[in-house]
Every structure is written in structure tokens, then in C-alpha cells.
């Protein structure tokens, strides 16, 4: 009895043994859908404006919309070339671009080049390009559906600056656009009809169009020479620039102030000013006001001169002409409208208030710095934004006093933001001149003509989508004219979007290596 008790123990050892020797059998998984790429709110943005470019290339190519240039070659006597659908291709490519991207710089006379369907086309890139072609497909989405689509919530937050709730800021913002624009085409009708003696139809075309091309910051005008023609009219002037400085001070700042009851004792109640509203109010301030006495103190007796025979304000009082004085004074206000007017333009659009041939170079170094800082994060404006300014300087003021911490207002900015910062003006500065470095091997003819800072000078505006020149843009080589293309694009999307657009942030690594220092500076 033990010795078969013992048989049967072993054989149930070997057994399990070779139990545990089998493979394991894998659970089968059904089949799946592939996994679907996550979504990059910065290729979508630029893809929506190639998109909005293409299109708008297209019909500005069209018949209906060219009064004469583009479909010259179909008539009697005229030899058809392919260098002449190519040149007018690439001009048409370059007005789509600069009217999505609101930039303003253009190659041909609008008036004269476009017929009132290719001039609607121009106000319709415009309008689209400035609130941002994602957002307003978003908001029609989020109609129909009554919710925010999956992945629309970040791309808002890029395009306005915000990471609020998306319908309410959408919502918000087309009001915003709406409420200013139809002010601004009501203000400017009574200009135009009223003290300009302009046509009905013409005069409400006209009007519409410069507010939206005004508050959209695009700058650009169905006047011939731009608004030099309109620069002797100070509520003219005036209501253009507030226009211009509310499409670039941005929908977060501006819904902000206009929900903070400042009359209310209850603070719960008032609402609060943001950092970011502060910081943009009070920088749009210092650069309006500061840089247009700036600025009017350079031109004084410059391009800012309407009539140099005119007697002066001061020759007038000694002559004891009390009426020539007068005229005088008026004139001298006029030119100081023009200043601050022509120095908001140079943050972000590209209307031009005076002859900017005439500007001594001085001035026109200081609007380049103007260019490059450009408006307020999630606005119409282009260039580096006043906020990323403000946050590179108090970077280094905290770093020269020795403080760990970015602090303004009794607040500390994260260091994350701070980085940003110093990222967002290595990219801006980086593709600036790279863009001019190349530009210099293939725009001979504008160099010999205009010189390199005038080169440099398109680039910056180009960039900073500002569309102010120095009146060498129709002298652009067709390679030239497709790189300001290729630069108003980038200052649009931006070219910190676009190195994203290509390479998705990676993970942030688990693993700390041991610091080591290294010498700088």
C-alpha cells in the first residue's frame, strides 16, 4: 500500500511538470480601427489658411474679377505667353496672401486692377483671415450642433488667446466684430458722404470696406495712393485708428473690460482686470500715445508737412494774422493726427497716412521696432505681441536683481510662460533675417533702386503682417514676391506654430541627469 501510494504521489509531480512546461495560450483581440493621429490645432490652422489663400487665388484669377490685367492676353493683337499667366498668377497669389494673412502690402492698384466682385473677393479673404477661418467654422458647427466639436476647444484657445469656453467667446467675439465694424462703416459713411461729397453707392462700399479692412488690420484701401488723399481729414483719421487699435488689441482683453462693472461697491460683483488685459491696455497706450509724439517729433517738419508754403502757427502769431493762425493750428492738428494715426499703423496695419518716401531714416528704424512688436496675443495683429515683450523684459529685470520669480502686479508669471517668451522672439528673429539674407541674393533691382534697408524694411513688414512700405513692393522679383508671400504666411500662422506644425511637442523625459554648469556670456 505505501509503495503504490508513493507511485501515484510521483506520477502526479510529472504530471504538473509537464503542466507548467506548455506555453501559455494567448487571449486572441479582435481586430480594432487603426489609431487615429491626435490633433495638431497648428496644422489645421495653416492648412485652413492655405486653403483660404487657394481659394482666393483662384477667383481673383477669374474673369469677373480682373478689370483688365490678368486676361489681357485673350484680346485682338495681344500674343499669348505662359510668362504672362505665370507673373499674373503669382500677383493674384500675393494680393489672396496678403488679404488672408491682413498684411497689406499689394503688388497692383485695387481700384484699378479689380473689378467690384474681385474687390468683394479681397474684403472676403480679409474678413475671413482676420477672425481666423477655424474659428468661424467652429462657431457654425457648434450652431448646428449645439456643442463644440472634439478638438475645436484648443484650436480656439490658439486663435483668441484663451482657454475660456469656446462658444461663449465665439459668440462674444463675432459681436465684438460685428458691433465695431458696423460702427466704424456708420462713421466713415457720413465722412465720406457728408464731408467728401462721395456717391451713395459709392461712398457705403467705400466705408464698409475700411472698417473691415481697418479693424481686420489689413490695410489695405480702394484709394489709388492709399489714404494720402484722406490725410487732411482729423475725424477721418481719427476713427480709422480706433478701429485699427481695437481689431489688434485682442477679444479676451476686450471682452474683459466691457464685463468689469468698475460702478459696483461689491468686488465679487465688479470683476477684476486680468494680467494679460493690463498688460495690453497699458502697453497699446505707451505705444499709440508715447510712440506717436515720438514720432511726430521726428516728422515734424518732414513727410507729416501738407503744404510746406503754408505759414507756420508761430509766423502767423508774430504777424499778428489771427486767421491765418487759426488755418494754421488746424493744420498742425491735422498733422498730429496723422502722426499717431500713422504710428498705430505701423503696429499692425498697412495703411499709409503720409508719403513714406519721405521719411527720414530714423523714423523709419522706429517703426521697424514698432513692426516687430506688432499687438496683443489672439487679435487681428502680427509680430512677436506686446505681452511677449513685456515677459522678455521682466525676465530680465528678475534676472539682474537676482529674483527667482517674474512678478508684476502682485502676480508671478510661470517660468513656462517665460520660456515661451524667450522661444517666441528667437523664431520671430531667426526667420526675419533668414528671410533677408535670402532676399538679398535675388532682389537686385529693388536694392539698386531703394537700397538694403528698404529690403529689410519689406521683410519686417511682410512679417509682422503689417503691409507698410517703403515703396519698393511692386519692384519685387517674381521669386521675391513668392518669399513676402512665404512671410506674411509665416507671420500669420506664426513661426513658432509652424516648427510645432511639423513636430509635435515631445513628452517630457521621467529621467534627471545630474546638472553641470557651463559658461555663458
Not at 463644440?148 to 467675439?173: D, K, M
Amino acid at each position: 500500500m505505501t509503495l503504490d501510494t508513493t507511485s501515484q504521489a510521483q506520477a502526479l509531480r510529472d504530471y504538473r511538470d509537464r503542466l507548467r512546461d506548455l506555453p501559455t495560450p494567448q487571449p486572441t483581440r479582435r481586430a480594432g480601427p487603426a489609431k487615429r493621429a491626435p490633433f495638431n490645432p497648428y496644422r489645421t490652422l495653416a492648412v485652413t489658411f492655405l486653403a483660404l489663400i487657394a481659394i482666393g487665388t483662384l477667383l481673383l484669377c477669374s474673369p469677373w474679377a480682373q478689370s483688365d490685367h490678368c486676361w489681357a492676353w485673350l484680346s485682338p493683337g495681344r500674343p499669348f505667353t505662359w510668362a504672362k499667366v505665370a507673373e499674373a498668377l503669382i500677383d493674384n497669389l500675393f494680393m489672396a496672401t496678403s488679404a488672408s494673412c491682413v498684411t497689406g502690402l499689394t503688388v497692383v492698384s485695387v481700384p484699378k486692377t479689380y473689378t467690384f466682385f474681385g474687390q468683394l473677393v479681397l474684403l472676403g479673404c480679409i474678413q475671413l483671415g482676420g477672425i481666423s477661418l477655424v474659428a468661424l467654422g467652429t462657431l457654425i458647427v457648434s450652431i448646428l450642433l449645439g456643442r463644440v466639436p472634439f478638438g475645436g476647444e484648443r484650436q480656439i484657445a490658439i486663435s483668441f488667446g484663451s482657454s475660456g469656453r469656446p462658444a461663449s467667446l465665439l459668440s462674444q467675439t463675432f459681436r465684438y466684430v460685428l458691433t465695431f465694424e458696423i460702427a466704424g462703416a456708420i462713421l466713415l459713411f457720413f465722412r465720406y458722404y457728408l464731408a467728401h461729397g462721395y456717391e451713395l453707392g459709392k461712398a457705403v462700399w467705400f466705408s464698409v470696406f475700411h472698417a473691415v479692412s481697418a479693424f481686420c488690420n489689413a490695410g489695405i484701401s480702394l484709394h489709388p495712393n492709399n489714404l494720402l488723399d484722406m490725410r487732411g481729414d482729423a475725424a477721418y483719421m481719427i476713427i480709422i485708428a480706433l478701429l485699427v487699435a481695437a481689431g489688434g488689441i485682442g477679444f479676451l482683453v476686450l471682452s474683459n473690460v466691457f464685463r468689469y462693472r468698475f460702478w459696483r461697491r461689491d468686488l465679487r460683483r465688479r470683476g477684476h482686470i486680468i494680467l494679460q488685459a493690463r498688460i495690453v491696455l497699458w502697453m497699446s497706450l505707451i505705444l499709440s500715445i508715447g510712440g506717436g509724439i515720438l514720432f511726430s517729433a521726428l516728422e515734424w517738419n518732414g513727410s507729416l508737412v501738407h503744404d510746406p508754403s503754408a505759414p507756420g502757427l508761430w509766423a502767423s502769431l508774430t504777424d499778428g494774422a489771427w486767421r491765418d493762425a487759426l488755418i494754421a493750428l488746424g493744420t498742425d492738428f491735422e498733422e498730429a493726427c496723422a502722426g499717431v494715426a500713422q504710428t498705430v499703423f505701423f503696429r499692425t496695419a498697412g495703411f499709409n497716412a503720409i508719403p513714406m518716401g519721405e521719411v527720414s531714416h530714423p523714423a523709419n528704424v522706429f517703426s521697424v521696432l514698432l513692426m516687430l512688436i506688432g499687438g496683443a496675443p489672439g487679435s487681428m495683429a502680427g509680430g512677436i505681441k506686446t505681452t511677449t515683450l513685456v515677459v522678455v523684459l521682466l525676465t530680465i529685470r528678475a534676472y539682474i536683481r537676482g529674483n527667482p520669480d517674474v512678478q508684476l502686479h502682485r502676480r508671478t508669471i510661470p517660468d513656462s510662460i517665460c520660456r515661451e517668451a524667450m522661444v517666441i522672439l528667437f523664431f520671430y528673429l531667426t526667420t526675419l533675417f533668414l528671410l533677408y539674407f535670402i532676399l538679398l541674393f535675388t532682389e537686385h533691382t529693388l536694392i539698386a533702386k531703394h537700397g538694403e534697408f528698404a529690403l529689410f524694411y519689406e521683410v519686417s513688414s511682410a512679417l509682422g503682417t503689417v503691409g507698410v512700405t517703403l515703396d519698393a513692393t511692386g519692384d519685387l522679383s517674381q521669386i521675391g514676391r513668392l518669399l513676402i508671400s512665404l512671410a506674411m504666411f509665416l507671420g500669420r500662422i506664426g513661426p513658432v506654430s509652424l516648427a510645432l506644425m511639423m513636430a509635435s511637442r515631445a513628452q517630457a523625459p521621467h529621467v534627471r541627469y545630474p546638472e553641470e554648469t557651463v559658461s555663458v556670456g
